[in-house]
């Protein structure tokens, strides 16, 4: 209708192409669900979805094309771009953006030398492929990014000639990093705007040393895999007072005993607390939960016979104990202890699992055509074969002991089997 003022049009594009999650400084906004809400920040088939649409909505009209391609509300991968100009354009008005790599000179893109690697060596001769191609690209500076994903990391050999991120990316407020040097911590120094953070630390020798403790005023959200134990210690001098959600991967730790220091110094505001230990016993001393008196969520991935974990007081505020999806083995344990919290933990009121009610369908209903089992009704103890790392019988029994104890108890998706069955009208 050409009467419509251009203006509802361009309205009608935003309300289209923003979507309000995925576009957020923070995936944890107020009133979301802990356990869901960084799966939905972070979904590549959604994020691609909308790119998908933007498609569509260009192929309108000449005028749609203009309108669409103005609208700031964008997630790019230059690397999946083959048009230059385009490229460049559209990287430059980009609010999320997704590199493979960054370097942290005045170009951003990593010398040869620097990766013996030989999968890496070919992305690197294929950015600077791409540095032939669009040298522009490499020695931009994003405006307009807000979020911003660097898959295989920053690399910095030359650290009195590094330029701080923020002189590459002005406007960044959420920063996810596969792999970091130490040699290039220094790079977030001026990082005072960062609300997410995410870093995956690579120490290489051990006697290397963060070079100054860092500073990040704003910062509600930080996700952290270091290699051991030990790497946590550089961190407790970093100054993070608004910290409310922290997930943190330790891989490489034969039982793991939650390092006090670091605990005590990131625990006073902390809401949200995922760790990932990697089929490792977990165990924490009795004042963890004095550590973090406003904790409402904490999740594991590993709850082995060994496990170890104290009730929370009678008046702490942890509502929710959650479960990562790790290997067959810990899934059977992790399960039937988290059974025994259902029934001790008298502060929690939801247990948030890691499988899917639709996919458990789907499977339920092939592997038996006949007469799919009734989760509603009660079945044998533990003892039996277990079926995979989302074993049906493992999850109707929680499911029982949830109801036992007047629990509520989720999937990945938040939803309980209940609200699954009536959202999708589906019948076994």
Partial sequence: NQKVPVEIWQEIINHVLCDPIVFLDDPYYPGCNLHTAYNEWDDRKRLC????????????????????DSNRWRYFEPSRCKNMTQQLDWALSTRRLDFHHVCSGGEHIPRDED???????????????????????????????????????IK??????????????????????????????????????????????????????????????????????????????????????LLAHVELKVPFTQEYYPHTAFFKHIGKNLIRLNLYTYEKSHRH??????WMPRLEYISVTSLTPNWG????????????FGLVEESIRSMIWSRKNTGDIAGKWKTISTIADCHSWEELTKWLKVTFPDKPPD??????GYDHAHRGVHCWECIHLLLWKCKENGLRYEDRTGRTWAEYLHAEGVQL
């Fill in 156 to 241: 910095s050999n030359s650290p009195n000639h590094d330029t701080p991120i923020e002189r590459i990316f002005p406007r960044l407020r959420a920063l996810s990093v596969g792999k970091y040097n130490v040699l290039s911590m220094h790079l977030l120094g001026v990082s005072t705007r960062l609300t997410f953070l995410s870093l995956r630390l690579v120490t290489g020798i051990e006697d290397e040393k963060y070079e100054i403790p860092l500073s990040f005023p704003s910062l509600r959200t930080l996700h952290l895999e270091t290699g051991y134990e030990r790497d946590l210690d550089p961190l407790v001098q970093w100054k993070m007072p």
């Fill in 375 to 380: 989760l509603d009704k009660l079945i044998k």
């Fill in 49 to 68: 979805k909308l790119e998908v649409q933007r498609g569509t909505l260009r192929l309108v009209s000449r005028s749609w094309k203009v309108l669409v």
């Fill in 285 to 290: 001393p009795e004042k963890y939960w004095e």
């Fill in 115 to 153: 990766y013996p690697d030989a999968y890496e060596r070919w992305i690197v001769g294929w950015t600077h492929q791409i540095k032939l191609q669009n040298p522009e690209l490499c020695s931009a500076t994003f405006e307009q990014a807000t979020i911003v994903h660097i898959q295989k990391g």
């Fill in 309 to 320: 974990l104290f009730p929370p007081p009678p008046d702490h505020p942890l509502r929710t």
